[in-house]
């Protein structure tokens, strides 16, 4: 199993086990039993709380896929010499390292595009490289963006169509945008814990779950592919 691959079925695992626990604790409210932990009662409120927790845990791991195969791509460009790179490498890295790095005055400017101008002429491998991410939160339309901004093969088959379709119980939202709205909402305090899963049951956050890794898997896919067949590379 590749790093991105592996990396992300240890995240899934992760949120399994905090699923299944907000489950068990919904059985056991429905059924009229008393929980409690510590002399504090579990309520039905704590079941909002966690259902907050878990869009929160499942756009972690979105975040953490994408940072994985940013820098996965990163250290493969800096693994070989600027001259190997494809003109999309090239682009991103300049948008990172020389775009989104220009400011100030004429001779600030200037001397950094003559910085990184220069060891673009060196030619020595640069080591691990940052790459600039589409602004805003991933989404997926975000993710394929990025991807095609590297040249990413990202290919929508029928299964990944249906995943990230819009959908009515996510306010015509995609999945993935959905989840990045909700956890915008919940980090800014525009929806507290209590009120930012509420409109969901536990069935509806599984499938958006479910939704949300098969284009993770299908992501993660494509990345760890763009590296090991080295598509950032000039075809000789």
Request: charged share 25%.
């Amino acid at each position: 199993m590749s790093e991105l691959a592996t990396s992300l079925s240890d995240r899934r695992e992760e949120f399994e086990t905090h699923f299944a626990v907000a489950v068990a604790v919904e059985e056991r409210i429905f059924a009229g039993d008393d929980i409690s932990i510590g002399g504090i009662k579990l309520s039905a409120r704590y079941l909002l709380t966690m259902k907050s927790g878990l869009l929160v845990h499942l756009y972690n791991i979105v975040e953490s896929t994408m940072t994985r195969a940013s820098n996965l791509v990163g250290g493969a460009f800096g693994s070989v010499t600027p001259r190997q790179w494809t003109e999309k490498a090239l682009r991103e890295w300049l948008r990172e390292n020389a775009v989104a790095r220009i400011d100030g005055n004429e001779d600030t400017r200037l001397n950094t595009v003559h910085r990184f101008s220069a060891l673009l002429v060196e030619g020595a491998p640069l080591g691990p490289q940052m790459l600039k991410k589409p602004s805003g939160t991933w989404t997926d339309k975000s993710i394929v963006e990025f991807a095609r901004r590297l040249g990413v093969r990202f290919r929508l088959n029928r299964v990944l169509a249906a995943a990230i379709a819009e959908r009515p119980e996510f306010g015509d939202q995609s999945p993935l945008e959905f989840l990045a709205e909700r956890r915008n909402a919940l980090a800014h305090g525009r929806r507290s814990f209590e009120e930012g899963a509420n409109d969901l049951t536990l069935s509806q956050i599984r499938g958006l779950a479910d939704a949300v890794f098969i284009y993770l898997e299908a992501t993660a896919g494509a990345f760890q592919l763009y590296v090991d067949e080295s598509h950032y590379l000039v075809t000789q």
